[in-house]
């Protein structure tokens, strides 16, 4: 069970000047945005986020949620020293559950805000970052998920993990979503689209069974009539620290499973499968004999788990 723990208060208030951005799905809350930042034994990191989250420069209403996947360092201090000076409502939750997504759940499931955004515990955003954002949000009312461009912070680390692209891109309702277009350093949810298909699958993320957590959600949420975009426009800088071959080839490992369990998923799902079995087969020309191996032992894998662990193959 999560626990939470409200760390700080505003200590002014700033006047609404959002006007012609806010739309009617948007003002019933007193926050306009949520952001929610997961971590786990990695305090050093997370002080240095939370410091470039201070500088972001917004005439929104935002809270900071702070979502511990059972630390044992200093992550609880460096919360609590980041909200006695900040300006914004910060709460802390303890969510010792396996995996990251047990933490995204009961981050976004305390958010108040109709608007939740999940940055990486290692992501430095732009000043603008939250502006931007909203204003993605405020031209649908139906867009149900926005990704933004992720750069390298440190040119010495190894270009993975991020997303460069100058190109917009829309998915409407219903869309086969591909795997790393939108990466979790950078992606926001309406709230409502969240709460209408459950949020996060256990089974997948860091520390669970299979990587993917952010692309299975949007997949989720585009079948349930939600649109989604890549905007280039809302940025954060990566800072992953990974520097070796040896770092880069474990980490594509554990992505390839993921993306099998992924696609095995939406597979099995009625609604789902006719996209997916078309986009899988059209994507094998874009990878390698061992990568689509890899791809089909984990979701043989994932299938063999679900049948015995009596999930359902349409939620």
């Known amino acids: 069970m999560a626990t939470c723990r409200k760390l700080g208060t505003p200590r002014c208030r700033r006047e609404d000047l959002r ?7 948007m003002t019933n ?8 930042i997961c971590t786990r034994n990695r305090a050093t990191q997370l002080a240095q986020t939370l410091k470039r989250v201070s500088a972001i420069r917004s005439q929104l209403k935002w809270e900071l949620i702070v979502a511990d996947n059972g630390s044992v360092d200093a992550t609880s201090a460096v919360v609590q020293e980041f909200a006695a000076s900040c300006d914004h409502p910060v709460q802390l939750i303890v969510q010792p559950g396996r995996g990251v997504s047990c ?6 499931q305390a958010a108040k805000a109709a608007i939740v955004v999940c940055i990486d515990d290692d992501c430095y955003p732009e000043l603008d970052y ?4 909203f204003e993605c949000f405020s031209k649908d009312p139906k867009l149900g998920f926005v990704g933004g461009r992720i750069l390298l912070h440190d040119p010495t680390d190894r270009r993975i993990t991020i997303q460069e ?3 917009p891109l829309s998915f409407p309702a219903g869309s086969f979503i591909r795997p790393g277009v939108i990466q979790g350093a950078n992606v926001a949810y309406r709230r409502a689209a969240l ?6 699958d256990p089974w997948f993320g860091a520390g669970a069974l299979y990587s993917g957590d952010e692309t299975e959600l949007m997949a989720r949420i585009s079948a349930a009539g939600w649109n989604g975009v890549y905007d280039p426009k809302p940025v954060v800088y990566h800072h992953h620290g990974r520097k070796t071959a040896n770092d880069e080839w474990r980490l594509m490992r554990w992505y390839d499973r ?7 998923k939406c597979m099995l799902n ?16 874009h990878h390698s004999w061992r990568k689509s191996a890899l791809e089909i032992v984990a979701g043989l894998e994932y299938v063999a788990r679900a049948c015995m662990a009596g999930r359902s193959f349409n939620g």
């Open 130 to 133: 939250f502006d931007l954002i």
């Open 19 to 25: 006007g012609a951005l806010r739309e009617d799905s």
């Open 270 to 285: 009625r609604g789902m499968r006719n996209v997916y079995v078309k986009n899988w087969l059209l994507t094998r020309q």
């Open 103 to 108: 933490a995204k759940n009961a981050g976004w």
């Open 165 to 167: 692209s100058l190109e």
């Open 258 to 264: 993921g993306r099998g369990a992924y696609y095995a």
């Open 195 to 200: 709460t209408e298909v459950g949020g996060f």
């Open 29 to 36: 809350s007193m926050f306009d945005l949520s952001l929610v």
